[in-house]
């Protein structure tokens, strides 16, 4: 069986499970191209044409599938190399561009969106990671939809589509080692510092455990960009006593910091499966989040708060304090490879074709 596997805007999750499925799938013959994750706004968009000049001979080739990931101008592409319209065409959602919380400096992202809708609309196949993704890419694309000037009837064919989606989460390697022992104090952030992961909250948290005294440790780790929410500074400087890492790691001591990691949290105002959280979860760290999003799906009550910085506040007292107060490490199975590989299988599965 012969893939293109094309990735439009490569980020670190996008990465991860483009080479965890080439790995999982060795016996698939893979052919692919990606794009670095910069310049968003002309990279959804002109990711057609940046593959037809850079990626000609490969794209005149033939193949059984097309599986590309949801910033794909995938009807664009189509249009520039129609024989890859007859290979199966699946599509990945990591994300939707309607569930993209906006601020309101940001131009609307008009374009993004309706590439996410016309590359859904092209595929034969339309996958998501998460329930959520689906019902928020489904519901965003009905409300934005409503304003196009000839309040086109969109209602039929957007819910044609939510009932052949399928949801295939990123499923993460399976861990073979046993846990090592935990810290519980030591409290772990490990994703983008970025707006949407609500850092504000996080920060405003910790700021009033260490003022009432409180012992923990902190690493703040995951990916850092140019420029940061100023928020991160003023913790660094408010929070000092309490830091054991700063800022991005190599893999090794990211992976030491996750296996001594007691707690792992999240405050974010957007996420659609969240494998930072799940890859610390995974190795021992009790998972702390916010009951909104993906993660109702994902984690028992018992590793949810009701998403305000109160709740957050209680959460974390009653662990760091309490230790009869937090529940067992949780059990991961269900999100890692061995699970979901038959059902990758069978997304790839052509009639014919092996």
């Known amino acids: 069986m012969r893939v293109l596997l094309l990735s439009a805007y490569e980020a670190v999750s996008h990465r991860y499970w483009a080479q965890s499925l080439m790995t999982q799938l060795d016996d698939v013959s893979w052919t692919l191209l990606a794009l670095p994750p910069r310049h968003f706004a002309w990279r959804i968009r002109g990711n057609p044409l940046s593959w037809m000049l850079k990626e000609h001979d490969t794209l005149s080739q033939s193949f059984d599938v097309v599986l590309a990931t949801s910033m794909v101008d995938l009807a664009t592409l189509i249009g520039l190399f129609p024989h890859l319209g007859r290979a199966k065409k699946v599509v990945y959602f990591h994300e939707n561009q309607f569930a993209y919380p906006e601020s309101s400096d940001q131009i609307p992202q008009v374009e993004a969106k309706m590439v996410n809708l016309y590359t859904a609309l092209a595929a034969d196949s339309v996958v998501f990671n998460s329930a959520y993704n689906r019902d928020s890419f489904i519901d965003g694309a009905r409300t934005f939809l409503k304003k196009m000037p000839e309040n086109l009837p969109a209602a039929k064919p957007l ?7 399928k949801v295939l989460p990123v499923p993460i390697a399976s861990r073979a080692e046993a846990y090592q022992p935990r810290l519980p104090h030591r409290i772990v952030w490990n994703h983008r510092w970025e707006h949407d992961k609500n850092p504000e909250d996080f920060f405003a948290v910790l700021f009033a455990l260490s003022d009432a005294g409180v012992a923990f ?9 140019r420029q940061a929410p100023a928020i991160f500074e003023q913790a660094e400087q408010r929070l000092a006593k309490h830091i054991i890492a700063w800022g991005p790691q190599p893999e090794t001591a990211y992976r030491e ?25 995974q190795r021992g760290a009790l998972p702390l989040v916010p009951d909104r999003l993906c993660f109702p799906a994902l984690y028992p009550a018992a590793y949810r708060y009701d998403g305000t ?4 506040y209680a959460g974390l007292y009653d662990w760091l304090t309490d230790p009869a107060s937090r529940p067992e490490p949780l059990d991961t199975t269900a999100w890692e ?12 599965t052509v009639e014919g074709v092996s």
Request: aromatic share 10%; no cysteine.
């Open 257 to 281: 910091l996750l296996d001594s990691a007691g707690i792992v949290v999240s405050t974010t105002w957007h996420e659609f499966q969240g494998l930072a959280i799940m890859e610390a979860a």
């Open 217 to 225: 440790k902190l690493a703040v780790l995951g990916q850092r960009f």
């Open 337 to 348: 490879w061995p699970a979901w590989h038959a059902a990758y299988r069978q997304l790839l």
């Open 309 to 312: 910085r109160e709740g957050l």
């Open 159 to 165: 819910e044609a589509l939510r009932e052949r989606a």
